[in-house]
């Protein structure tokens, strides 16, 4: 299932859909003709466990001829939405093979490969969605960097939990363009370079697990204007999906709809020879295979 969060130009009010074959189908409207109850906006929905799938897919599945007027919008219709807010955002650096010798170059960081997961926080308020704008603002960077990232968005409260119960815990999958301010890292601290809002683009959609075979196995890439920056597969991870989940939730809860940013290949506008960064008037393209692609503009936040 295809999960996402619109508005149309006759509803300012976000609301909860499911998008197949370019059409957006409302779940609230659903449910209301249906006379069942489902939360009506993603992260509820997220929190209310399997029951709320279980209903989604049985109301999709009914004939179509009894949808209710206004609840399916051809997609370029309607404005597609942050999924949702998570309570906490899980970053992971330098865990892709290249992107460690990659930054050991251009950002001073350790020329060998972690031995354990290399893990920060972006805040809530840094989420934006899709085309929405990415705030340079000059008079705190020059140095405005993308990383293309597969989102794994926790669907149960896991802590302690082993590798091979992981994935157990694992809601679905989108779409986070880590934006970074290099030249905001400070004493060796990525908060305030990585948080900032909109920092933290997420979308389109979130896929239910059942959608992705193997998370393992995803090309991701990344263009800004039209020009491929970054081409990988999540298959280079150096700690794949259940080690992180395994190695966050050793000493820490996560809860339904928080979200894992599960690192960045090599491609980075700081490890460009010259480097290159964002400015304002850029359009940055990040794209996860069975996932979409989630596009932002940059511009001018002075």
Same mark, same amino acid.
């Given at each position: ?43 509820? +929905? ?230 290159? +960064? ?25």
């Amino acid at each position: 299932m295809r999960l996402l969060t619109f508005t149309t130009t006759a509803d300012s009010a976000a609301r909860l859909g499911a998008e197949a074959d370019g059409l957006v189908v409302d779940l609230a409207a659903l449910a209301d003709r249906a006379g069942v109850r489902l939360p009506h906006d993603l992260l509820s +929905f997220i929190q209310a466990g399997p029951a709320a799938l279980e209903t989604a897919g049985r109301l999709l599945a009914a004939d179509p001829a009894d949808r209710p007027a206004g609840s399916v919008h051809r997609l370029d219709e309607v404005t597609l939405r942050a999924p949702h807010r998570p309570g906490k955002i899980i970053g992971v650096g330098l865990n892709y093979v290249e992107h460690v010798e990659e930054s050991s170059r251009s950002l001073d960081t350790d020329k060998e490969r972690p031995p354990r997961p290399v893990l920060f926080s972006k805040p809530a308020t840094a989420v934006t969605g899709p085309g929405q704008p990415i705030l340079h603002n000059a008079d705190l960077t020059t140095q405005l960097d993308w990383e293309c990232e597969l989102a794994v968005v926790i669907g149960r409260t896991a802590f302690r939990v082993s590798e091979e119960e992981a994935y157990d815990h694992v809601f679905g999958y989108g779409i986070v363009n880590d934006i970074s301010a290099r030249d905001q890292r400070r004493s060796g601290q990525w908060f305030f370079s990585k948080g900032q809002d909109s920092y933290a683009p997420f979308g389109p959609v979130v896929v239910t697990a059942d959608a992705i075979p193997d998370p393992m196995a995803l090309d991701l890439s990344l263009r800004v204007n039209g020009v491929t920056k970054q081409k990988s597969n999540t298959r280079h991870m150096l700690f794949p999906i259940a080690r992180l989940i395994a190695d966050i939730s050793s000493g820490m809860t996560l809860e339904p709809g928080d979200v894992i940013a599960t690192g960045s290949p090599s491609g980075v506008g700081a490890g460009m020879v010259p480097p290159e +960064f964002l400015v304002p008037g850029d359009t940055v393209e990040a794209t996860v295979e069975l996932i979409g692609t989630l596009t932002n503009p940059v511009v001018d936040a002075r």
